[in-house]
Nanobody
Framework: VQLVESGGGLVQPGGSLRLSCSASGSVFKVHTMGWYRQAPGKDRELVAAITSETNTNYADSVKGRFTISIDNAKNTVYLQMNSLKPEDTAVYYC?????????????????WGQGTQVTVSS
């Protein structure tokens, strides 16, 4: 199983970006997908997460500005980021709690993407 992220980049304060992350390989079922971020010198923190039933959870710092969504048919999660601030600058990592096919078994595990840089600066 691989998580492939896209959509990072450089944006001015107040601007928008949309991140995407797709799980590929022997995916049987996605339980939860989400985004974490890590700024230089800081711990990795949860930004937002969504279950396959579309229950969501957001960090207080992004509520009202970021929206997470999921396409279960494509095993893809999106993060729409609006009203971006310089303090949103970080490497954003996709995370997935999913079950994969392994012979006759279904193995559940946590997977991480490689990270995508988001820089908010004028």
């Amino acid at each position: 199983v691989q998580l492939v992220e896209s959509g990072g980049g450089l944006v001015q304060p107040g601007g928008s970006l949309r991140l995407s992350c797709s799980a590929s390989g022997s995916v049987f079922k996605v339980h939860t997908m989400g985004w974490y971020r890590q700024a230089p010198g800081k711990d990795r923190e949860l930004v937002a997460a969504i279950t396959s039933e579309t229950n969501t959870n957001y960090a207080d710092s992004v509520k009202g500005r970021f929206t997470i969504s999921i396409d279960n048919a494509k095993n893809t999660v999106y993060l729409q980021m609006n009203s971006l601030k310089p303090e949103d600058t970080a490497v954003y990592y996709c995370n997935a709690d999913l079950s994969r096919v392994a012979s006759v078994y279904r193995l559940r595990d946590i997977y991480w993407g490689q990270g995508t840089q988001v820089t908010v600066s004028s």
